[in-house]
């Protein structure tokens, strides 16, 4: 049965650069997710190196924490059904090759280090992420549109 969560999105650098966060904006808000928290951070290594934790042990993390520091990241959270699962979909796959067209990545990305965008990959992962990019929360509202999207 679907449930009702949030999910954690970030556009990238690559994609805030390519004026593609509106867009991907625009896809979620299309597919029927409720936006509850957004902001535009210029992300700190230290900040990332937590974000990133259970990726430090591989050889691309020290080019990953500079990356993602080398620019500003537009971070957001997005509630509805099943939104971590819908939202991977939506991305697509991590590498943008194998991204089917019509993906976030399948549409605007080619490769691994600019593939526009994170996104949680688990609901546990996506509460640590939330709570850390969002520490002040989120905001609770009912969207006017929730009964044309949801079955109520």
Not at 110 to 116: A, C, F
Not at 124 to 132: M, P, V, Y
Request: proline share 5%.
């Amino acid at each position: 049965m679907s449930t009702k969560e949030r999910t954690f999105i970030a556009v990238k650098p690559d994609g805030v650069m390519r004026g593609l966060v509106g867009t991907i904006i625009a896809r979620f808000e299309q597919r029927g997710f409720k936006l509850v928290a957004l902001k535009l951070v210029h992300a700190e290594p230290a900040f990332l190196e937590q974000h990133y934790a259970d990726l430090k042990g591989k050889p691309f993390f020290p080019g990953l924490i500079k990356y993602m520091s080398s620019g500003p990241v537009a971070a957001m959270v997005w509630e509805g059904l099943d939104a971590v699962k819908t939202g991977r979909a939506m991305l697509g796959a991590t590498n943008p090759l194998a991204s089917a067209p019509g993906t976030i990545r399948g549409d605007f990305a080619l490769v691994v280090g600019r593939n526009i965008c994170h996104g949680s990959d688990s609901v546990e992962s996506a509460e640590k992420e939330i709570k850390l990019w969002f520490p002040e929360g989120v905001v609770q509202y009912t969207h006017a549109l929730n009964e044309w999207v949801n079955e109520v």
